[in-house]
């Protein structure tokens, strides 16, 4: 505690993370927890990895646990490296891509990311579906949202992926399985039909810009009463989107064809206190430690964030298929955001059910206070702080 101290927390803090039962001296590592890289599969060569350790001045450690990610000096920036703008490597927390790894993602799944925003694990999802299947990104906070295409144009990831800002506590819509007649971009589809979904343009003609106006005002839907449609900012040609209809795109599944039809593999990484990253935990040192009374402490912000993180989990959940996974993460390490809402969470849900992450067995991580969940922090993992829990869905 001492030594947590002399690092500057706040005594308010201080005060947090020892009702939540959390380590101070975690955030004694920040200047000695490495920063993270993951290469573009395919982008560089092991020869191009000396290149990039020039341009770094730096050597690159291959983290053993991990495909395709390097770990760095922490002052290192990878902003300014040709490597970093060409689109050939991702800055992303170890942490992070164990919760993508835990998914264990296969080419041809469709996937839902309910919280995507930024996108660097919508990123990584998408390097792993490959040649088929589907990404589907949703967050509430569309400057987030668009942060995140502008990111999946950047590295070329688009093809198979769709981006909705909605909330996720509500967002309905199953994966669009590409019609077979799509192949050429809806081409087929779109015979005979009008006012289809055609190639994506960051230039939308009048109406369509009228319409998500609408829809963001909340008055554009008659599908769900009460509940503004999902705005759809982004989708690539091999997406199922091209080819639609507006009706088609927005038609609400029933519960049952959601079990046979719904996501294979869904990601909740959900909105939390953060208190697990010790980088975004040392930002305050800048933003001034009296707004982490706002954003982190306020005891009132933090128990409606638990409401968010279980229907969060809760959504997510509905919408998977019979015998798809999904994982929950946050990057806090307090109890009530974590084990608290997956225990609340299987005692409301009998058709879930707990799952080993089997890829687990050589990651530098703790287990949760609940079995088969994980715990990364930067003591004992050299990563940023992660809760991971993975779950599948029985047949009720
Ligand atoms: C931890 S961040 C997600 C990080 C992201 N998965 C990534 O790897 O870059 C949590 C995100 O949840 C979003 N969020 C908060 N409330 C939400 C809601 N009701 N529905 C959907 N997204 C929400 C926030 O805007 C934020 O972008």
């Given at each position: 505690m001492e030594e947590a101290s002399a690092?500057?927390?706040?005594?308010?803090?201080?005060?947090?993370?020892?009702?939540?039962?959390?380590?101070?001296?975690?955030?004694?590592?920040?200047?000695?927890?490495?920063?993270?890289?993951?290469?573009?599969?395919?982008?560089?060569s092991e020869a191009q990895i000396q290149q990039l350790e020039a341009e770094f001045k730096s050597k690159l450690e291959k983290v053993g646990w991990l495909p395709n990610f390097y770990s760095l000096p922490p002052q290192i920036h990878i902003a300014n490296s040709m490597a970093y703008k060409e689109g050939k490597i991702y800055g992303i927390d170890a942490a992070s891509g164990a919760a993508v790894s835990a998914l264990n993602v296969s080419e041809g799944d469709h996937v839902l990311d309910?919280?995507?925003?930024?996108?660097?694990?919508?990123?990584?999802?998408?390097?792993?579906?490959?040649?088929?299947?589907?990404?589907?990104?949703?967050?509430?906070?569309?400057?987030?949202?668009?942060?995140?295409?502008?990111?999946?144009?950047?590295?070329?990831?688009?093809?198979?992926?769709?981006?909705?800002?909605?909330?996720?506590?509500?967002?309905?819509?199953?994966?669009?399985?590409?019609?077979?007649?799509?192949?050429?971009?809806?081409?087929?589809?779109?015979?005979?039909?009008?006012?289809?979904f055609k190639e994506w343009t960051s230039k939308r003609p009048w109406k369509e810009r009228k319409n998500?106006?609408?829809?963001?005002?909340?008055?554009?839907?008659?599908?769900?009463?009460?509940?503004?449609?999902?705005?759809?900012?982004f989708y690539g040609w091999h997406s199922g989107v091209i080819g639609l209809s507006r009706t088609e795109l927005y038609k609400i599944a029933c519960d049952s064809e959601v079990l046979k039809c719904g996501y294979d593999k869904v990601l909740v990484d959900a909105e939390c206190t953060h208190d697990g990253s010790i980088r975004h935990i040392q930002k305050f040192d800048h933003w001034g430690w009296e707004t982490l009374e706002r954003r982190v402490l306020d005891a009132e912000r933090t128990d409606s964030l638990t409401v968010l993180q279980f229907r969060l989990l809760s959504n997510g959940f509905r919408l998977l298929k019979v015998g798809g996974s999904l994982v929950y993460s946050t990057c806090s390490l307090t109890a009530a955001q974590n084990e608290d809402v997956v225990e609340q969470f299987l005692r409301e849900n009998a058709s879930a059910e707990l799952q080993e992450i089997d890829a687990a067995t050589n990651w530098p991580c703790k287990s949760g206070g609940i079995p088969k969940t994980l715990r990364f922090d930067p003591l004992t993992s050299q990563t940023s702080g992660l809760f991971v829990a993975k779950f599948t869905k029985l047949a009720s």
């Open positions: 690092i500057g927390l706040p005594e308010a803090f201080l005060d947090f993370l020892k009702e939540n039962g959390v380590d101070p001296s975690i955030y004694t590592t920040a200047d000695s927890t490495p920063r993270y890289i993951r290469l573009k599969p395919g982008s560089i309910l919280c995507a925003a930024p996108g660097a694990k919508l990123c990584m999802t998408l390097d792993l579906i490959g040649n088929s299947g589907s990404v589907t990104g949703v967050d509430v906070a569309r400057h987030r949202l668009a942060a995140c295409r502008t990111m999946i144009q950047k590295y070329a990831l688009g093809d198979r992926c769709r981006l909705f800002v909605a909330d996720g506590t509500t967002f309905s819509l199953i994966p669009v399985m590409e019609h077979s007649d799509s192949k050429s971009g809806g081409e087929f589809a779109s015979k005979g039909k009008v006012d289809v998500a106006k609408k829809a963001r005002e909340g008055i554009g839907s008659q599908l769900v009463p009460g509940i503004q449609d999902p705005e759809l900012i």
